[in-house]
């Protein structure tokens, strides 16, 4: 079929309210639609953040059973850095970007549905492992299944939300990252707290196994309900798509070769590169101390698992969620005020303003004192989660959204999730040699790390504010 030429159609008039209302893969006639219902869209948002907290939940219980999993699989600190970064980035990271395609073209709840059975069932069966390569694998899995959820979440937050209000709620969704963080401190720390003394435990069908084990059960498969609740969400219209004149005067959403995606994605390259590996220093350094905080607690100050569980959880569910959903409505308001490249100026805050709570916390030899200031370097960490992806679902043209966010996901979790837990373990191994001196490492790798990603996300400003007025070329 031949094609007469090619725009982004702004006008919905000629189009029933139920087209409107319908995916629009094959109608692009969207742009000037209204947005779906606030409250529905705070719906969806809250749906996607229950999915977010549930695979924090099954993500983050590994880091308050580091002791007892060493002392029954007989593993070091630098493979349990492996099982809690490395074993779920690796694939979390790299089967993202074929995702995030299909988040392009394909429904995006049905992608993140099946995200959520496939990381329950791998969560679950890390409580099988009797070895460190059954639970690597295990782990491996479960970054399988989570590599579904965010690139279809920020795609559906982008085309639910107007610009101004996308950070904001960018802001809540990825509130579920510490609100499952927070609860996995405080209901594991509950459940070893219940389960200390008992080695063994005998479960139906499974059998004997060792009490740590039993809490990736309980995780586990209750996330599959969660599944279920996805198909509750409506595809929303997908806005500001190029689109091509037919043979026939019918206009169809143009499909974008991946090809022309890394062109697009080159011609932003520093934009895209300052935002990611800026954003990615702030995560590497968030992760090492949400991985090795509980153990500095432990070795050093001699709290119980069950004590820094609901200490550090508490601290996730309030310092964190203020600074995610604080962090993502500061970029709306800069942007509002006049500020393009306000979502990265938050970020650059972020960054500098955490190097002295970094630093600090691992340094008092008061265990509340260090916890009083584990609350601020949390606020100023998370900061960041709404922000980012924000930030990059602004510059990038839609049909392009979900790859450029599995994109930004790979870099980030890479050198986030994959590097952080790594980083600091093997400063605690190699550097210091002494698993107590956890905290030297910790104020190591944060003294280091922010300074230079507030450096690097101070760099991309002004490119960022070049790729603004890039995607608005692309779709003219």
């Known amino acids: 079929m031949s094609v007469r030429s090619e725009s982004v159609v702004r006008s919905p008039a000629s189009k029933s309210s139920e087209d409107q209302e319908a995916p629009n893969q094959d109608n692009p006639a969207a742009e000037a639609a209204p947005y779906p219902n606030p409250v529905y869209a705070w719906y969806v948002v809250g749906v996607l953040m229950l999915a977010y907290t549930i695979s924090f939940i099954d993500r983050q219980i590994l880091n308050l059973l580091v002791g007892p999993i060493q002392r ?79 690139p279809a979440a920020y795609s559906l937050v982008a085309d639910y939300f107007p610009p101004n209000r996308m950070g904001t709620a960018m802001g809540v ?70 689109a091509v004149r037919q043979a026939d005067g019918t206009m169809k959403a143009k499909d974008v070769p991946v090809r022309e995606v890394i062109a697009y994605i080159k011609g932003n390259a520093l934009a895209v590169l300052c935002h990611n590996i800026g954003f990615a220093l702030l995560a590497l350094v968030g992760y090492g101390v949400a991985t090795w905080l509980p153990s500095f607690f432990i070795r050093v100050h001699g709290w119980t698992p069950a004590e820094i569980g609901f200490s550090f959880g508490v601290v996730q569910l309030t310092a964190g969620v203020i600074g995610v959903i604080g962090g993502g409505w500061l970029g709306d308001v800069l942007k509002q005020r006049g500020y393009p490249d306000g979502r990265i100026r938050v970020g650059m805050m972020a960054a500098f303003l ?118 608005k070329a692309y779709t003219a």
């Open 72 to 150: 029954d699989l007989g593993i070091s600190d630098t493979e349990m850095s492996l099982l809690a970064g490395l074993a779920f980035a690796l694939f979390y990271t790299f089967l993202g970007l074929p995702i995030g395609r299909q988040v392009d073209k394909r429904s995006r709840r049905s992608i993140i549905a099946i995200g959520i059975v496939v990381w329950s069932i791998f969560t679950a069966a890390c409580g099988l492992a009797t070895k460190f390569w059954h639970l690597f694998l295990a782990r491996v899995g479960v970054g399988v299944g989570e590599a579904a959820l965010s």
């Open 173 to 242: 969704y990825n509130m579920g990252i510490f609100v499952g963080s927070g609860l996995a401190y405080i209901f594991g720390g509950l459940v070893i707290g219940m389960v200390s003394g008992t080695e063994h435990m005998i479960l139906p069908v499974v059998g004997e196994v060792f009490a740590w084990q039993v809490v990736f059960f309980v995780v586990g498969l209750p996330g599959i309900l969660v599944a279920l609740l996805m198909y509750t969400v409506r595809e929303p219209i997908r806005r500001g798509l190029k």
């Open 354 to 471: 955490g190097v002295p709570f970094a630093v600090a916390m691992p340094m008092v030899s008061d265990g509340n004192l260090a916890l009083a200031i584990s609350i601020g370097s949390t606020l100023f960490f998370t900061m960041c989660f709404g922000a980012a992806p924000a930030a990059i679902a602004e510059i990038m043209p839609n049909q392009m959204r979900g790859q450029a966010s599995a994109v930004y996901l790979f870099i980030v979790n890479l050198i986030g999730l994959g590097l952080g837990p790594t980083a600091v373990a093997l400063a605690t191994d190699f550097i210091f040699g002494d698993k107590a001196m956890v905290g030297y490492s910790l104020a190591l790798i944060g003294g280091i790390a922010l300074p230079i990603s507030g450096l690097v996300l101070w760099l991309g400003c002004k490119p960022y504010r070049h790729s603004l007025e890039k995607v």
